[in-house]
């Protein structure tokens, strides 16, 4: 008896630092500082443009815009890149810095594999998706970028 795909497959986040997980909204988690509002991506214990530390931890939204990007096309070199794919299975794909409103600008794997489908400026909303597998059958979850729809 097989499964369908991500029927009661373990999963677990790359970084419980990174984004709320599990969850039926996960959302990317920054940091804004208190004293002159900078938001920061990934979370920072101080502000890095003021360096107040009064900063406090908050959820980002799922949809920006495309500022910059660029299309892996080679298997990045292990470590620190954490993925299992090996010379044969690797496809390219794309990685870019996405304009979340706020002004923060994340960079994140985009999940298409052609420089074609990508425009600066462009709507972009957030996905999670599996990242790799660990032996075990665990999914790693990470989060991703994908042009809307
Ligand atoms: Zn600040």
Known sequence: MSQA?????????????????????????????????????????????????????CELGTRGKL????????????????GTET??????????????PGQVRVVGRINVSSPEELAIGMDMELIFEPFRTDEDGTEIISYAFRPVA
Do not use: H
């Open 5 to 57: 795909a991500g029927a009661n497959v373990p999963q677990k986040s790359i970084d419980p630092k990174l984004f709320t997980w599990p969850s039926n909204k996960p959302r990317l988690l920054g940091s804004k500082c208190n004293n002159c509002g900078t938001t920061s991506f990934p979370a920072q214990a101080s502000c890095p443009r003021c360096c107040s530390e009064d900063v406090e931890t």
């Open 67 to 82: 500022w910059s990007f660029t299309i892996q096309g080679f298997l990045p070199k292990s470590p620190p890149y954490a």
């Open 87 to 100: 010379m044969e299975t690797f496809k390219p794909f794309g990685v870019g810095y996405v304009e979340m």
